[in-house]
């Protein structure tokens, strides 16, 4: 035998895997289907205490001083008789946003759905590197662990604010929560963001070098669109956040005062000076505003992708989305300066990040329009996936809206600080982007596990959601441009705010009843893995290619060679043929034009 043929054995034996031990196959897998489901077991699990915490603390705020057998139970020694301790109802509202932000909605949705979508949409038998890939995943379990783990610490979790402005993150005596725990929160976000960036860097090497022959640019999916500059935007912003976490980490540790200048504590001068909190604003939001695209436009791909697949006609618009998603990556990059309108800034300078954080709106209206221009007229199949993505599209222009207002710096002093921001965000990120995820796992569950969801399951869990999703932050906007502002335990010594006690208690309801309505999908998920119905190999008659690999998952996507593709990803309802969907990998027909896009 040549060594050549030797050599293409040996390749064809590695294509069909030898035997894998529980150990290869489940745990330290190199196989992106894999990595992705370990992606979203994992996120699953920080999402469900992220919701617990928001749920602990919507009740203090509804019931406040009231006593509580569930905080006693839960909290211990921070609850004392049962009423919650100041101190960590802060930390509750930090660790909530660090783990809905950073580890359900970037590793949680983004890792999922790069992971599983790239190889399979483009085309190639896995990552660029399987290897950088498994590390990337176990990074950001070790830095999960790790910020559970802070939850436990004598003097209480990081207690700053998901923002962890110093001096409260930068003197380790200015609370509880500002030391070991406030430590480990940093130490945990350093591991995560290099997870991050492995993920990123293989994402991107992948979609540019491992396309299928006949798989140009503007033959992807608008999917791998999303996740491509997703990845983009994480490599650029993301080393920023790290910066400022080991300068932090030098200011607590090392007296250096990079973000310290003339602090007295109790009357005590404190011997820092020449440092500036507003320098670490400028490092962290620098991260934190593309970090609200890194968390939507995967979403927006998802959703682009169901919508034209359950509306069984072309997406709308196709180069129209691209660029737009194009615009949205380096427009937002450049408007982070608006979370700091009130910090002091040059009113000239204040009136530039004005102008391009509204710029932002019209790319983002773009897509708005193109996906309700989709579903115009469409045979529209209207699955727990069609929903969450419809869901998704109103909650985005509604969270939107409100952005025009923020972005605007005279309006924004008046409602700065206030629930109106809480409201904002949650809607066009936090509750845009679950239903993205939500959509996305109701569509591609067949894909990661070979069977179905109940339909019927995902349609309560999908009204019951959005019912309430609603119930907690509409009413949020009212209190908000009443003056009520976030983060305050309570509101009782303020009597300005006491007609606005019971809205606190509407909110807080909806708040526990859609908390509790997840119990559903995590019944319909984790059962529908071992009972569900099994799938079909294209259940849903989608014309990508991950649906032409076959239901039972093998190393290598495709069993022999890989298909080559012939057209665009949204050849739905195409005249001449006889079905209303023609696979990318099928051929042109004598005759037969290719779709302008």
Known sequence: MSAHADTHAHEDDHGHHHKETFVTKYIFSQDHKMIAKQYLVTGTIMGIIGIMMSMMFRMQIAWP?????????????????????????????????????????????????????????????????????????????????????????????????????????????????????????LVSMAIFIASSLLGSLNYVVTVLNLRTKGMSMTRLPLTIWAFFVTAIIGVISFPVLLSAALLLIMDRSFGTSFFLSDIFIQGEVL??????????????????HPEVYIVILPAMGLVSEIMASNSRKPIFGYRAMIVSILAIAFLSTIVWGHHMFISGMNPFLGSVFTFTT?????????????????????????????????????????????????????????VHDTYFVVAHFHLVMGISALYGMFAGIYHW????????????????????????AYGVFFPMHFIGMAG??????????????????????????????????????????????????????????????????PVEHIHGNWPGEIPHVYRWAYDYSKPGYDVDFVPQNVPFKEGEVELHH
Not at 142 to 151: F, K
Not at 271 to 288: A, D, K, M, N, T
Not at 390 to 413: P, R, Y
Not at 527 to 541: D, E, L, M, V
Request: charged share 10%; aromatic share 16%.
């Open 65 to 185: 001083e009231e006593p509580n057998v569930l905080f006693e139970a839960l909290l211990g020694k921070w609850a004392p008789d049962g009423v919650m301790d100041a101190d960590i109802y802060l930390a509750l509202v930090t660790i909530h946003g660090t783990i809905m932000v950073f580890f359900v909605l970037t590793a949680g949705l983004s890792g999922t759905f790069s992971n599983l979508l790239i190889p399979l949409q483009i085309g190639a038998r896995d990552m660029a590197s399987g290897f950088l890939n498994m590390v990337s995943y176990w990074l950001f379990f070790l830095s999960s662990v790790i910020m559970v783990i802070s939850l436990f610490v004598e003097a209480g979790p990081a207690a700053a604010g998901w923002t962890i402005y110093p001096p409260l993150s930068a003197l380790p005596m200015a609370q509880g929560g500002s030391g070991m725990g406030m430590t480990l929160w």
């Open 445 to 468: 569950f067949p894909k990661m596990y070979g069977r179905m969801l109940n339909k019927n399951l995902g349609y309560i869990h999908f009204w019951l959601t959005a019912v309430c």
């Open 358 to 414: 509204l710029l932002i709106a019209i790319p983002s209206a773009v897509k708005a329009f193109n996906w309700i221009t989709t579903l115009w007229k469409g045979n529209l199949q209207m699955n727990p996936a069609m929903l969450f993505s419809i869901g998704f599209v109103s909650t985005f222009i509604t969270g939107g809206l409100t952005g025009i207002i923020l972005g605007d710096s005279a309006l924004d002093i008046n």
């Open 271 to 288: 011997h820092y000076q020449g440092g500036s909190p507003v320098l670490f604003e400028h490092l962290f939001w620098f991260l934190g």
């Open 484 to 549: 009520l502002p976030r983060r305050y335990y309570t509101n009782s010594n303020f009597p300005l705010f006491d007609d606005l006690a019971n809205v606190n208690v509407i909110i807080t309801v909806f708040a526990l009843v859609g908390g509790v309505v997840q119990i559903v999908y995590l019944y319909n998920f984790f059962s529908s893995i071992f009972f569900g119905k099994k799938a079909t190999q294209n259940p849903w008659k989608a014309t990508t290619l991950e649906w032409t690999t």
